[in-house]
């Protein structure tokens, strides 16, 4: 067997016969390359480019070279393996083929209970874990069902092998033309006590005995039941009458403007500064973007690889393809998570950006999930941006929408209940699986959500859907509802997620090193006596939320008619290295905005027209999302 981080080996002896029981071709090459690449993340961040020397390589050359033009995807049978499915989706990309991996994320047991039930039949051709012995090579899946499980209960061991605990052949399913059988095999012990066997199983001898097809494949429901239950909640309210476009006049351009704090850096109203006679030409505006990005980025010591989160807000859906197009080439592997919807600007301009960046001390302190496959888990993100960015315990998350993660498309016929049920199933799958990866105990501490709809009649519905999905959070995090101009691909509702591992990082001088500890987060609405949290007035109202855990303060701050905001805004502006100012109101006639003006001339912000904005309890002029950065003491 070929010590290999990348392909399992064992079991090659028959796999012309698993070729063969399928009616399919059978390509393959000698293994040159070795595991040179053995990280997280595979590639450059910068680029998209090979490993040279890598076993990964050796995939990519042969799929290359195939002479089968018909070939439009790879699949993966990874159920928890990140190593195996990141490198396969590069090979992918790369080769513009699509990677499948229906497994993922499963749960075990069930997947498990699910391939038996299926008629799956698959032998144990490889044992290695605790438990396990060479008299278990030859039986079944069926068979072993119950030691799996019994091993899981007392050691944590892998009930799919997951862990490298078995390797097995498949000698039947549903897809086979053909059943294998096994006529004459050979076990052989390579090491180990008895208690600690490394084994597998020499096939010596098989035959094909042809069968009757049947093809009967189980698929997951779409929804788990929590998601189902906000499904149902959504359905029960009716959505009121479609907004009206707001013609709201332009206001004053902002130069782009960065801060640095700690470690965290952000750049706010990126725009192009010149964009007369571009009318045809908006793969020129994004790049001028990115190097007005870049500049800003390099007064630091960063560059684009650093950014863990980019705001895109577009002027047309049209253009997100030609946009995306010239996008992707600025990032390599793990690009930063992005949340993208198209905006009422202000003509002619068709592009801003802003973003969050992260100096991390070791690239370990940044981790990116980016899942490229198709499966039944959540949707893949086949382009320029990551599921999630983990940065110093902070949870960067792409906005989500309501696809159906197997098939990439939204519900048909159109259910707004079924995509915001979706995309909140979507988030949470994705920080379940950011803490799996990290393999530590955090329960996660959701900061704020933006609920993009593509209509503010929508609200009624997605509050509903948020108080469902909220339900038990005491007190609940923040949700702003802002109604923009288009999602991408003509979604209802889009989810875009910040949230926190609840752990902090200190350095224990007794042991002399580094410590994960749980911080608990801090609801403020009234910091000090000067500090106001809620303002009403004749003319206007406005509330001030904020949750701070570790050095990471979200805030938000929402605002109607008129009212004096110095109080307010003295507070939440402190340490702000990013705003956002979402606004469905003219800002030049609105005082309340006339008096944070001055303010937020020297904190990086960028605007955001709206065509309504809401929380949960009422709708507001406008809106200003602040991510901050506390000092240690």
Same mark, same amino acid.
């Given at each position: ?6 392909? +399992?080996?064992? #079991? ?55 002479? %089968? ?35 993922? +994320? ?34 079944? !899946? ?95 309210? /009716? ?13 004053? =351009? ?23 006679? /571009? ?7 994004? $790049?001028?973007? %990115? ?61 801003? !950006? ?19 496959? $198709? ?19 902070? &949870? %960067? ?14 519900? /048909? ?52 859907? =948020? ?64 500090? !106001? /949290? ?17 050095? &990471?303060?979200? #805030?938000? !701050? ?8 110095? +109080? ?13 100012? %979402? ?51």
């Amino acid at each position: 067997e070929l010590d290999s981080y990348m392909y +399992q080996t064992v #079991g090659q002896d028959a796999i012309e016969f698993v070729a063969a029981a399928l009616e399919l071709p059978l390509i393959r090459q000698v293994i040159s390359g070795t595991a040179v690449e053995q990280g997280s993340e595979y590639g450059n961040r910068s680029t998209l480019g090979s490993v040279l020397g890598d076993e990964t390589e050796d995939l990519f050359q042969l799929l290359s070279t195939t002479r %089968f033009p018909d070939i439009e995807a790879v699949s993966v049978g990874a159920i928890l393996s990140n190593y195996q499915r990141v490198r396969v989706e590069h090979v992918c990309r790369r080769l513009s083929l699509t990677p499948l991996c229906y497994l993922w +994320q499963r749960d075990q047991a069930e997947l498990m209970s699910e391939m038996v039930e299926s008629g799956v039949e698959a032998v144990l051709i490889k044992v290695a874990g605790i438990g396990l012995t060479d008299k278990h090579l030859g039986l079944s !899946l069926r068979q072993m069902q119950p030691t799996f499980l019994k091993l899981n209960s007392l050691y944590g061991s892998h009930i799919c092998g997951e862990g490298g605990e078995y390797e097995t052949l498949t000698l039947d399913c549903p897809i086979y033309k053909s059943k294998i059988v096994l006529v004459e095999v050979e076990p052989v012990v390579l090491s180990g006590a008895s208690s600690d066997i490394v084994a597998y199983l020499r096939i010596k001898r098989v035959i094909l005995e042809r069968k009757d097809a049947n093809v009967e494949c189980f698929i997951p429901s779409m929804l788990d039941e929590p998601y189902s239950l906000i499904q149902a909640e959504i359905t029960q309210i /009716s959505p009121t009458t479609p907004s009206a476009m707001l013609a709201l006049s332009p206001p004053r =351009w902002r130069k782009p403007i960065s801060r640095r704090l700690g470690r965290w850096v952000g750049v706010c109203a990126v725009e192009p500064p010149s964009i007369e006679g /571009s009318a045809d030409n908006v793969e020129e505006e994004v $790049i001028t973007c %990115f190097r007005i990005l870049k500049d800003e980025l390099s007064l630091y010591g960063l560059d684009l690889y650093h950014v863990s989160h980019i705001n895109l807000s577009i002027s047309a859906m049209e253009l997100f393809a030609r946009i995306n197009t010239v996008y992707a080439t600025m990032f390599g592997v793990s690009p930063p998570t992005r949340a993208c919807v198209a905006v009422d600007l202000p003509p002619p301009l068709r592009i801003r !950006l802003d973003c969050i960046a992260y100096a991390e001390a070791a690239p370990q302190d940044r981790r990116s999930l980016h899942v490229q496959s $198709i499966s039944y888990w959540a949707p893949a993100n086949i382009g320029p941006y990551s599921q999630s960015i983990s940065a110093a315990n902070e &949870i %960067f998350i792409s906005g989500q929408i309501g696809l159906i993660p197997a098939s990439m498309q939204y519900p /048909s016929p159109p259910s707004l209940a079924t995509e915001t049920a979706l995309a909140f199933q979507h988030v949470d799958r994705i920080v379940s699986c950011v803490r799996t990866n990290s393999g530590k105990d955090w329960g996660g501490v959701p900061q704020c959500a933006i609920l993009w709809t593509a209509d503010a009649a929508y609200f009624p519905a997605v509050r509903a859907g =948020w108080q469902c999905y909220t339900k038990g959070n005491d007190p609940k995090p923040l949700g702003l509802l802002v109604a923009c101009k288009t999602i991408p691909k003509g979604g209802m509702v889009e989810v875009q997620m910040l949230t926190h591992t609840g752990m902090a990082t200190v350095f224990d001088e007794d042991m002399g090193v580094n410590q994960d500890v749980k911080v608990g987060p801090s609801y403020d609405q009234r910091k000090s006596a000067d500090l !106001l /949290s809620r303002l009403t007035t004749d003319t206007g109202e406005a509330v001030w939320w904020t949750v701070e855990v570790g050095e &990471i303060r979200v #805030g938000v !701050l929402v605002a109607r008619g008129d009212v004096g905001l110095q +109080q307010i805004a003295k507070g939440a502006l402190s340490n702000a290295i990013s705003v956002r100012l %979402f606004y469905a109101v003219e800002l030049a006639e609105n005082q309340s905005y006339l008096e944070l003006e001055e303010q937020l001339e020297c904190i990086p912000t960028s605007l955001v027209p709206c065509r309504a904005i809401g929380t949960m309890e009422a709708d507001w002029n406008f809106a200003l999302v602040v991510f901050s950065v506390q000092e240690k003491e």
